[in-house]
């Protein structure tokens, strides 16, 4: 994808005419800071411009780092809890205390930590049915229900978030938005029901957010935000670290954008928001792929 930042030109904004900005930090630690640092920066802007900050977390493992920092002193100070409503990118559907659960994760590592008003906390849930076929379409069903109804809130709260953070599979999703899935074609609804093939690794491979059940399970069954609903977002914020998204992470930067079915290519592709920011936050190991001159590198956190 086009539009970085030459290393000798000044950073971008991530700008949407200018294309995404791609900041290398030197490990995951950096990451994480910067990423905090540039929540803080996108909270206050946020509420400058509308008196209300609208977060939707991603789940996996990456960004857990990052809601340790921001549910702790100082940048759990510096965030306007009173003025901040939290949503989610995606929820697999299982138990809130499921360890697979996205909305479990973000609890412990931030939210339980913040003064965050309880009914400006927004859970994506989605009942766990697991077992026989014909369970099975009862859990498409609920899945699909799940999806509406959590439309419904978002369609009564916020119509576009200031703030979407989001991670990247090995396999190029984000989100739920998973190769090839109806999820990822979706073009008018706001949230989608979605599960990852087996054939694609759903069933208890992928990434180490835990996309499947037990091995050779059936996948899970999942809830996401769609594209075209995180492209109306101010700002989305990419975060990915490990030498193991290198590959895909030079696929999605610098890969081109037709898929061999026609389409955006890669799911992370489609993420391009129409009037926002979209920036990358990425170490050193996963940046390892990229065309070095490219992308400006920071040795410290996201300037304020
Ligand atoms: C999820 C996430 C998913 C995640 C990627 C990367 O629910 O699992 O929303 O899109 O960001 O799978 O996962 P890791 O951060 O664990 O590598």
Same mark, same amino acid.
């Given at each position: 994808m086009g539009g970085h930042a030459m290393a000798s030109a000044p950073p971008s904004s991530g700008d949407p005419r200018e294309g995404p900005l791609v900041v290398v930090l030197p490990d995951p630690e950096s990451v994480a800071l910067a990423v905090a640092t540039a929540v803080v920066s996108e909270a206050h802007r946020a509420v400058d411009r509308s008196g209300r900050f609208t977060l939707s977390l991603s789940g996996g493992s990456t960004p857990r780092r990052a809601y340790e920092l921001l549910g702790r002193t100082p940048f759990a100070d510096?965030?306007?809890?009173?003025?901040?409503?939290?949503?989610?990118?995606?929820?697999?559907?299982?138990?809130?205390?499921?360890?697979?659960?996205?909305?479990?994760? &973000?609890?412990? !590592?931030?939210?339980?930590?913040?003064?965050?008003?309880? =009914?400006?906390?927004?859970?994506?849930?989605?009942? *766990?049915?697991?077992?026989?076929?014909?369970?099975?379409s009862d859990a498409a069903m609920a899945a699909d229900e799940a999806a509406i109804d959590y439309e419904t809130l978002l369609r009564g709260q916020v119509s576009a978030l200031d703030l979407v953070l989001l991670g990247l599979g090995k396999d190029g999703h984000t989100a739920s938005l998973f190769p090839g899935s109806d999820a990822l074609r979706e073009k008018e609804r706001w949230v989608a029901p979605a599960r990852q093939s087996v054939e694609s690794g759903g069933a208890g491979a992928?990434?180490?957010?835990?996309t499947g059940g037990a091995k050779g399970e059936a996948p899970l069954w999942r809830v996401t935000l769609t594209a075209p609903y995180i492209n109306r977002a101010a700002a989305v914020f990419f975060i990915v670290y490990g &030498?193991?998204? !290198?590959?895909?992470?030079?696929?999605?930067?610098?890969? =081109?954008?037709?898929?061999?079915?026609?389409?955006? *290519?890669?799911?992370?592709?489609?993420?391009?928001?129409t009037g926002g920011k979209l920036v990358w936050f990425v170490d050193e190991e996963a940046a390892s792929q990229l065309d070095r001159g490219k992308?400006?590198?920071?040795?410290?956190?996201?300037?304020?």
């Open positions: 510096d965030i306007p809890w009173d003025f901040t409503d939290i949503f989610w990118g995606d929820e697999r559907c299982v138990s809130p205390d499921d360890p697979r659960s996205n909305e479990s994760m &973000a609890r412990a !590592a931030m939210l339980d930590h913040v003064p965050i008003p309880a =009914d400006q906390v927004h859970p994506m849930r989605c009942p *766990g049915i697991g077992g026989s076929e014909a369970e099975a992928g990434d180490t957010g835990g &030498a193991d998204k !290198a590959g895909v992470l030079r696929q999605v930067l610098e890969g =081109d954008t037709s898929g061999a079915d026609g389409g955006a *290519g890669l799911p992370a592709q489609s993420i391009s928001p992308y400006p590198r920071k040795e410290r956190g996201w300037p304020r």
